[in-house]
């Protein structure tokens, strides 16, 4: 099968390799994958947001190289190796005259272009993509065990890149529903099922800490036309660029003349319709449809072959596509080539050489950014971090994790939004300013829980509550080192006031939480002054720190 490259396409590839290995040694990290090496650093079977892929691929770049090319080496070799992939699903013959524009075709796909060598979710989700797709090719040939095994385990790897990967495999079955009386295919749905099951342990064992996130508890915003649905079809221009128009044309025009080209219009159709509907109920960004990119390859492709016309014009456009994401590409390394646009790979050198050099060996909080904690620990030579999130945030990795402890009772400088006029600031490469001071003995408890004994699910406001506090540390905590408030937060989860609250022990007066132990408390709900309020959530205030997320928002009646 690969012995049937033509020589020509290894050239171009191996262009394409050198270009995305060189652009990740230059390019500095940006957030999210200072945030996924920080998951790297302690290796499991789930995180907070996703599953764990992203952090293995991070991890086995790390042993062949540091710094940046130590988080990307893998994500360049999965691109090259992505094209192979998309290469192969492509039958027509002509396609061995046609490699260069094949290539300008890949190339001119802006996120396609951007993740071969930034280490995302979404890039061993593109890749194993492919794989699925070659794979479900070859089984609907001719199905056998061992395309069964294959298929499974390729599965398998979808599901641990991205929770997004459920929609590749649905709209692939819905494609074909007799999938559901072959038994091979029942072979291939238990071998991933087995293959998956540490990550459903995983999840198990963290009380399902992502699915209710990203299901229940991930804060939104009231519906906005121009931001929501108005930005989705923006999002779908985005991804193609200045070929976009003769992009959706070839799919209009191609049909299901195949099982194969049936799943590849399904999953297309499929993943569009499906964010497009979503696109009434949140923001859909742009790699969530990143997806289509795959069959998309794959059929404009074959749809150029058979037109020469679309192939002339989607070639010349897609040429100037490809100079013009050239041209960004420098410009996140170079950052004068883009006026005055700061990306996120940016200054963050700069900025973390500024702390470094104030504190040294000090540990730092980031008060409410999980963002900007890895990215000093990665830039600092690994120096100790923590971010701290409070009821105006959200929980994230840093919140079911021990890193907590490494600054517990430590003096700190403390980074935070809040403070206007600490005893230290930075600045950033765009002009902005961040304050911080110094803690002497910080001392936090993110992690104790409030949760509010409902029998009807939700809430009156004025009403008189059973709480129950749960302390999972290791040891005991004095009540007055903390402050309880009741949280109001909107109908999209977003907190609007926060009010004090006092609490009577239920049973036996105590002024301490006992270490592994509930505690239960009568307290009533105080009448809030703001309007249009949809949830309310129980938080703590210790040491004088800004309420954190210790309660779960429950509905108001």
């Not at 893998?74 to 094949?102: G, Q, R, T």
């Not at 929609?167 to 295919?185: E, H, P, Y």
């Not at 070929?243 to 049909?255: D, E, R, W």
């Not at 006029?421 to 304050?435: A, I, L």
């Amino acid at each position: 099968m690969l012995k049937e490259i033509p020589k020509p396409f290894y050239y171009f590839l191996a262009v394409f390799l050198l270009l995305n290995l060189v652009q990740s040694y230059f390019t500095e990290l940006i957030f999210d994958e200072s945030y996924y090496w920080y998951y790297s650093q302690n290796m499991a079977w789930g995180y907070f947001d996703h599953p764990p892929m992203v952090a293995l691929l991070i991890k086995i770049s790390s042993l062949f190289f540091e710094g940046e090319l130590g988080v990307r080496f893998m994500s360049c070799l999965l691109s090259a190796a992505n094209l192979i992939v998309l290469w192969l699903l492509i039958d027509n013959p002509k396609k061995k005259d046609y490699v260069v524009h094949f290539f300008v075709l890949a190339f001119s796909m802006t996120l396609l272009n951007a993740y071969g060598f930034f280490t995302l979710p979404d890039t061993p989700l593109l890749f194993f993509t492919s794989c699925f797709l070659l794979a479900y090719k070859k089984f609907i040939a001719k199905p056998s065990f061992g395309l069964s095994i294959l298929m499974g385990i390729v599965m398998a790897c979808l599901m641990y890149s991205k929770y997004h990967a459920v929609l590749v495999i649905l709209f692939v079955l819905f494609s074909n529903l007799n999938l559901l009386k072959n038994k091979f295919a029942w072979y291939a749905v238990i071998v991933a099922l087995l293959c998956y099951t540490p990550h459903f342990y995983w999840l198990y064992d963290n009380n399902l800490v992502s699915i209710k996130y990203h299901l229940y508890e991930r804060p939104n915003g009231a519906y906005s036309f121009e931001k929501y649905t108005l930005g989705y079809f923006v999002n779908l221009i985005a991804i193609f660029g200045l070929t976009f128009p003769l992009m959706y044309y070839a799919l209009f025009k191609t049909k299901a003349r195949s099982l194969f080209n049936k799943a590849l219009l399904f999953l297309t159709y499929g993943v569009l319709i499906f964010f497009f509907i979503s696109s009434f109920n949140r923001r859909i960004q742009t790699q969530w449809i990143i997806i289509i990119c795959i069959p998309m390859v794959v059929i404009v492709f074959n749809y150029m072959l058979a037109n020469k016309s679309a192939m002339r014009w989607i070639y010349r456009l897609g040429l100037v596509n490809a100079a013009l994401i050239l041209y960004l590409r420098v410009g996140l390394v170079y950052q004068p080539l883009l006026f005055s646009v700061f990306y996120e790979s940016h200054g963050n050198k700069d900025w973390v050489k500024q702390i470094k050099d104030e504190v040294g060996a000090m540990p730092v909080v980031f008060e409410n950014s999980y963002r900007r904690a890895p990215m000093y620990a990665f830039y600092s030579g690994g120096s100790t971090t923590y971010s701290l999130n409070n009821v105006q945030y959200r929980k994230n990795q840093y919140s079911i994790t021990d890193t907590e402890e490494l600054v517990r009772n430590k003096k700190v400088l403390y980074v935070s939004g809040y403070i206007t006029d600490g005893t230290f600031h930075y600045t950033k490469t765009d002009g902005s300013e961040f304050h911080a001071k110094y803690i002497n003995d910080f001392d936090s408890y993110r992690k104790l829980e409030c949760i509010i004994d409902v029998t009807d699910k939700s809430v009156n406001i004025d009403q008189e509550i059973s709480l129950q506090v749960y302390n999972p540390y290791d040891f005991d905590i004095k009540l007055n080192k903390l402050k309880f408030a009741a949280a109001y937060l909107d109908d999209y989860k977003k907190t609007q006031q926060i009010i004090p609250i006092t609490l009577e022990p239920k049973n036996l007066i105590s002024d301490i939480l006992i270490s592994k132990d509930t505690t239960n408390f009568i307290t009533k709900l105080p009448k809030p002054t703001k309007e249009n309020l949809g949830y309310v959530r129980i938080v703590i205030s210790e040491n004088g720190l800004y309420f954190g997320l210790n309660g779960k928002p429950i509905p108001l009646q």
